[in-house]
């Protein structure tokens, strides 16, 4: 039976780590949607319905752009090719899916949700520590730039100012007035998140949240 080939290029790039389950749930999206499960990085045959999940082996980069991958996907033998050259972060979300799948690397649960994604013109930083009660988002497209203190209440969303990640630790430094209540005259914010993620998570989420940062 031939192989079927699936040549496509990543839209989107997103990485989604979730530790308040019983174990850590990873998703990535790059070119195709993929998901953690049972210590192995699956690809998921129904993304936008109730998971499918199907393994991937033969994991190979190649050329710094291109994720290539066999699976047995819809039912029949798969050979994927995925260029994520749009994205210069790809590279370390594919080293992380194989590196996860080839060594059994363990994703350990921590403190922090965080979701981070990527699309043109666009990125978008979400981080939520539900034990400490925080949550804050960053983010820019055409239009602004934006520092959101969702929790602790009451909410606050500024323009974002200088933004930079050193050490693993996020500062934020915004300007103007508190755009969600114009009876608040404070101008300016001031703050900073040290990432509490599994270590293996870590190291790729502070390179994404670095390349994002620094090309807005």
């Known amino acids: 039976?031939?192989?079927?080939?699936?040549?496509?290029?990543?839209?989107?790039?997103?990485?989604k780590y979730n530790p308040t389950w019983t174990n850590a749930h990873l998703d990535i999206n790059l070119g195709e949607v993929f998901h953690l499960w049972k210590g192995k990085m699956m690809v998921n045959e129904t993304p936008y319905q109730d998971e499918s999940l199907v393994p991937i082996e033969n994991i190979e980069i190649k050329d710094n752009r291109y994720f290539i991958f066999n699976s047995f996907y819809k039912k029949k033998d798969t050979h994927f090719k995925i260029d994520f050259l749009k994205y210069p972060g790809g590279i370390y979300v594919a080293e992380l899916i194989r590196e996860i799948n080839q060594n059994n690397l363990q994703i350990d649960k921590a403190q922090d949700f965080i979701e981070i994604e990527f699309e043109e013109n666009k990125f978008r930083l979400s981080i939520h520590n539900e034990l400490e009660g925080k949550l804050i988002v960053i983010g820019y497209n055409q239009?602004?730039?934006y520092f959101t203190l969702r929790f602790p209440e009451p909410a606050k969303e500024y323009q974002l100012g200088e933004c930079y990640i050193d050490n693993n630790t996020i500062y934020i430094r915004c300007v103007g007035t508190n755009l969600w209540d114009e009876t608040d005259s404070t101008e300016g914010l001031d703050y900073q998140w040290t990432l509490n993620l599994s270590p293996n998570i870590l190291v790729v989420a502070s390179k994404l949240i670095e390349i994002g940062l620094r090309d807005r």
Do not use: T
Not at 1 to 15: H, S, T, W
């Open 143 to 145: 239009y602004r730039n």
């Open 1 to 15: 039976m031939d192989k079927r080939e699936i040549n496509k290029k990543a839209e989107i790039l997103v990485l």
